[in-house]
């Protein structure tokens, strides 16, 4: 009876063999054929094999989110273990004579693992079941189907009928069958399976027929596992290693850059816009959605959803590549391929986005959004003309007036009045070491240039030689960059460029996020590398070298400080420790909000969303200002002028302007400058 079953098993691993890589065929085929854009990537092997090895083998970002990540690091580790076995145990059937393992210690050791790894991977199929459809998370609802409770099924029916074959080895059933697996294994080396059999006892009549059900149910399932893996969302198993192995280590805060001079399609229309590495991303997806319920659109009532987005391109993506393959269309010149904004992408959506981040920080196989919701952006401004009526104000404003706002730009020092300033636009000649570019806001906003003028007062009392542009500074474009104008946007770059190199400036200070991200990532690609510093990480520097003295301040006692991570400068710049080192030097009572550090929540500003208002859910600055009232923050430390701008006006909509101050922390460090 053995030959027979092996020529079945034999049929079916070739088949399902057949189907599995057929399918991966299906999506190498998309990738290479479909994308306009082919990127190529430098090699950095011992990088990515280190970024492998920690993102993959010890699941690091999963435990981002504790209580599902241990459960699916443990499960994932369960099936490396229990690798081994499955191959073995496929084989074996195959084949009697074949012997996987060698024999003893080895043998031993690596069975003991699988059976422990086979009862953990068994409760957490348990506790998936109870987090999805009894706790009900909600970041699973709505993704609870068919794929859910199957894959469950299969894998629980996995480790159950592992056990119910070890059952019947340990009792003596199987000794002589050809065949069977683990066979002449001592009770040590399987300790739980040696446990359940002190309680599950088999009668002799039905064991054979219990056998060779049960292993052909443990057949039938692992083949049935490897047609569907390719076909469902756990494509993952397969895409997501490749895609953390062949990640783009560009800086987060780096867009790609359009060449207007050669490319005649703009921004991400169709799915042949994106790149094969985006198709790598689509096909990753976990649909865990860790990255939709850390979006702060998402969580503030707008419809915008991260991982829709990507799994809805993915499932564009697949099935406008099956309609390709089967019509012999050259995909470059396909009529098939219909936009993929407006449907399945909403508009709204893309325009929600405030490119904070949080959705790659907190995606576990590594997928950018950002870059995807930007370059769709790109493909609504700049081929339809289409953007928010404030954001095409925001275009007009720029291409006019070189700032945001319609301010004459000959007043743009003029904040700087009184305050013996080395302007370069009036002094050209003057020396200096370092250029501090202030930024629109900083130049503008009569609240946000008083952090100007407190920047100013730090600098001096540590002798830093700085001079300022006046106006000859324009906006860097990031606000058009990132709401999809990428030809203003390079326009300001060029002309800030000439300036720059025109001056000879080679470090620059600016307390900018936004500023600081466009000099120290965008810039680059455009060929001017300039020592970049926010203002937040400069004066730590000048604390810890002596040149600025703090000297707390009777009210430091009273305060309750927290503070509010910058996107930019955050998540984006990896900026954490350095403004809570300054604030430490004052602070007597302070504490972390709810969501800080990697993990902090976007003032709504970001992405060009300063100048477009939140009709939609509530006011993503206003959600803030609630987690820092839950802490009885006094003082909430702010280091972005975009920061400050939302969330004092969130403060003075909710009525905390007795309770809460925002201020910036070269405010705090200017007023307790020691003497």
Known sequence: MIYLFSLILIIGIVASVILFFYSLYEYAWNMLKIPLKKPRMKLQVLRRVYTVIKNVLFQRKLFKDPSGGVMHALMFWGFVAFGAYSLDFLATGADPSFRFFLSGIVEEAAFFTVDLFAVIVLVDVFYSILRRWVIKVPRYQGYNGFEAWFILL??????????????????GYTAGIPG?????????????????????????????????????????????????????????????????????????????????????????????????????????????????????????????????????????????????????????????????????????????????????????????????????????????????KEALDLFRNIESYSSPWAYDPSTRGDWANGLDVVDLSKTPDAPFDYLYWV???????????????????VLKSAGVKFAILGSEEKCTGDPARRAGNEYLAQTMIQQNMSTLNGKNVKKVITNCPHCFNSFKNDYKAFGLELEVHHHTEFIDSLVKEGKVKIASNDQDKDEKYTFHDSCYLGRYNNIFQQPRDVIGNFAVNYQELEMAKTKGFCCGAGGGRLFMDEKVGQKVSHKRIEMAEKVNATTVVTACPYCMTMLDDARKVKNLEDKMKIKDLAELVSERLSK
């Open 439 to 457: 930024g629109c806001v900083g130049s503008y906003d009569p609240r946000n240039q008083e952090i100007s003028k407190a920047v100013v007062k």
């Open 154 to 171: 299969l894998i629980g029916t996995l480790m159950v009928s592992y056990y119910i074959l070890g059952i019947l080895r340990l009792q």
């Open 180 to 388: 069977s697996i683990m066979g002449g294994l001592p009770a040590s080396a399987t300790p739980v399976t040696a446990f359940l059999s002190s309680i599950f006892v088999v009668p002799a009549s039905y064991a054979l027929g219990i056998y060779w059900s049960v292993w052909s149910i443990h057949a039938l399932d692992f083949l049935v596992f490897l047609v569907y893996i390719p076909r469902s969302k756990h494509l993952h198993l397969v895409a997501a290693p490749l895609n953390v192995l062949l990640y783009d280590y560009k800086p987060r805060g780096e867009l790609t850059v359009v060449d207007f001079e050669k490319e005649t399609r703009f921004g991400a229309t169709d799915v042949r816009d994106f790149t094969w590495k985006d198709y790598l991303d689509f096909y990753s997806c976990t649909e865990c959605g860790r990255c939709t319920f850390n979006c702060p659109a998402f969580l503030t009532g707008k419809t915008l959803s991260p991982r829709d987005i990507i799994w809805d391109l993915r499932e564009t993506l697949i099935a406008q590549g099956r309609n390709l393959r089967r019509s012999g269309e050259n995909p470059s010149e396909s009529q098939q391929l219909t936009s993929v904004i407006g449907d399945p992408i909403q508009e709204e959506d893309l325009w929600s986005c405030t490119t904070c981040g949080a959705c790659v920080e907190q995606c576990p196989v590594m997928i950018d959004h950002v870059d995807k919701i930007v370059d769709m952006r790109r493909s609504l401004v700049l081929n339809q003309g289409k953007a928010p």
